[in-house]
């Protein structure tokens, strides 16, 4: 059975950084296709970034510029740098795997980690 497991979350000023961890163990992630996703209290979870195909990476709008997705295969894990941050970026971020084709819709996703909370705020 997957488990993915995120860390890295916590209190960071308008501007900060943070880089949140997605540790994978159970199966290989080399050849999944793996999204960073983010969630509000009261609203839907949506995606953030998505990694597939090894190398290929998509961002939403306002994900892109600020915010990198990338994974070691030799850890088995996945990351999302976060640059620039603000505070429209606070949520609980959930790391997701799937294998085979891409997709942004969480329905699509088999395996889910339990989030970690970031928050934006000074």
């Known amino acids: 059975q997957v488990q993915l497991m995120e860390s890295g979350g916590g209190l960071v000023q308008p501007g900060g950084s943070l880089t949140l961890s997605c540790a994978v163990s159970?199966?290989?992630?080399?050849?999944?296709?793996v999204g960073w996703y983010r969630q509000v209290p009261g609203k839907e979870r949506e995606w953030v970034a998505i990694?597939?195909?090894?190398?290929?990476?998509d961002y939403t709008d306002s994900a892109r510029g600020r915010f990198t997705i990338s994974r070691n295969s030799a850890e088995n894990a996945v990351y999302l740098q976060m640059n620039n941050l603000k505070p429209e970026d606070t949520a609980d971020y959930y790391c997701?795997?799937?294998?085979?084709?891409?997709?942004?819709?969480?329905?699509?996703?088999?395996?889910w980690g339990r989030g970690t909370q970031v928050t934006v705020s000074s």
């Open positions: 997701a795997a799937k294998y085979y084709r891409y997709s942004r819709a969480p329905p699509d996703y088999d395996y």
């Open positions: 990694s597939w195909n090894g190398e290929n990476t």
């Open positions: 159970g199966g290989v992630i080399s050849p999944a296709t």
